[in-house]
């Protein structure tokens, strides 16, 4: 078998596809509704991830990833994104006020992004990176944010990006 390497190989399935096909159509639709086509989850541990510390430690990272990234990531969301939002744009000062804040969430929205006990949390990255080797791109960065996380937090990557 002979290997030329100067044939570029393609790894972007959706370069195959034409653009008059309704499913790509309602694709790209989702792409500009969710912001990307695909997601990675990055897990985020504390003993409390209602403490103040704990928040402004995944706005720290979230900020990082999103400034970093901006190449790879279209966007991130948290719980810490929906606390800022209820409280105009500051973290508050005790764990109880964000757990009132949390206890007004519906419950699909809330078990999505923290857990019952409140030692775990997600933040959903979102990438239009339709690309294999920019999705491991993306992973590998990932997994360089979860091994120089904030002081305040653990976090781990749950898995590499996958399509929406």
Request: charged share 15%.
């Amino acid at each position: 078998m002979i290997a030329d390497p100067h044939i570029k190989t393609e790894t972007d399935e959706t370069k195959f596809i034409s653009q008059d096909v309704p499913a790509w159509q309602d694709l790209q639709t989702l792409k500009t509704i969710t912001g990307g086509i695909a997601s990675a989850n990055l897990l985020v541990e504390a003993q409390d991830i209602t403490d103040p510390a704990s928040l402004a430690g995944m706005v720290q990272l979230k900020q990082q990833i999103g400034t970093e990234q901006a190449a790879l990531v279209n966007s991130t969301t948290s719980v810490a994104d929906l606390i800022l939002q209820a409280t105009g744009g500051q973290i508050p000062q005790s764990s109880q006020e964000v757990r009132q804040i949390l206890e007004k969430l519906p419950v699909p929205i809330k078990t999505n992004l923290v857990s019952g006990d409140y030692s775990a949390a997600n933040i959903i990255v979102n990438t239009s990176a339709a690309d294999i080797g920019k999705m491991r791109e993306l992973k590998a960065k990932l997994t360089d944010y979860a091994a120089n996380h904030p002081a305040s937090i653990n976090v781990a990557v749950t898995g590499a990006p996958v399509m929406a």
